[in-house]
């Protein structure tokens, strides 16, 4: 398994594509990653989203469009696109799967394996892969995604980082920013928990 990432738009959204065996799996792909996809993958196997917001969702349809593949996204999430309540997509879209907690994926020979952490958006999930988490906006290196905007909730985001700092550790591929890896970041993530 090979991950390769490029960020995307003006929030510098993390795209990472999951090199596997038999094809790719492209995750949250924001504004511009469709033509970088189209580059970098051979045979794509499906577009998985760690949550609504548009930045990580922006080019799921033109990708889809292109490779006839399926967009799985945490059901809670889905009225992001469906609605597109900030008005900032280029068109609403149906994703194809509602993903709920604890939902196994099996693509080229690998699971994939949504977690719901709510608070930053109602669906907020992690997606975890062999060793690895794709972390979304839930966790940053040294940060935690925001949980003041419309739809965020502070009560749930405590809840989720109590939720994770009992899982073990993975190497973190965050939303934005660099690589980091959940045991380093159990100090923070406790000090985020306590000060929410
Ligand atoms: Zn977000």
Redesign the pocket.
């Known amino acids: 398994m090979q991950i390769i990432s490029r960020s995307f738009g003006i929030y510098g959204t993390n795209c990472y594509v999951v090199v596997l065996d038999d094809g790719e799996v492209i995750i949250d792909p924001g504004d511009g990653a469709y033509e970088w996809v189209k580059r970098v993958c051979k045979n794509p196997l499906a577009i998985l989203c760690t949550?609504g917001?548009f930045?990580?969702v922006y080019d799921c349809l033109a990708i889809k469009d292109e490779f006839k593949i399926k967009i799985y996204i945490p059901k809670d999430d889905a009225f992001m696109c469906q609605n597109d309540p900030f008005g900032l997509l280029k068109a609403k879209f149906e994703p194809d799967i509602m993903v709920d907690d604890k939902d196994e994926i099996e693509l080229g020979g690998v699971k994939f394996c949504f977690h719901h952490f709510a608070g930053?958006?109602p669906g907020c999930s992690v997606i975890t892969a062999g060793e690895v988490m794709f972390s979304?906006?839930f966790i940053f290196k040294d940060s935690i995604?925001r949980y003041d905007f419309p739809f965020s909730d502070g009560k749930l985001m405590k809840k989720s980082l109590y939720k994770v700092l009992e899982f073990k550790n993975y190497k973190i591929y965050p939303?934005h920013g660099e690589p980091t890896t959940l045991d380093s970041q159990r100090s923070s993530l406790t000090r985020w928990a306590q000060a929410i």
Do not use: E, F, K, V
Request: aromatic fraction near 0%.
């Open positions: 949550h917001h930045d990580h930053h958006t979304g906006d995604g939303g």
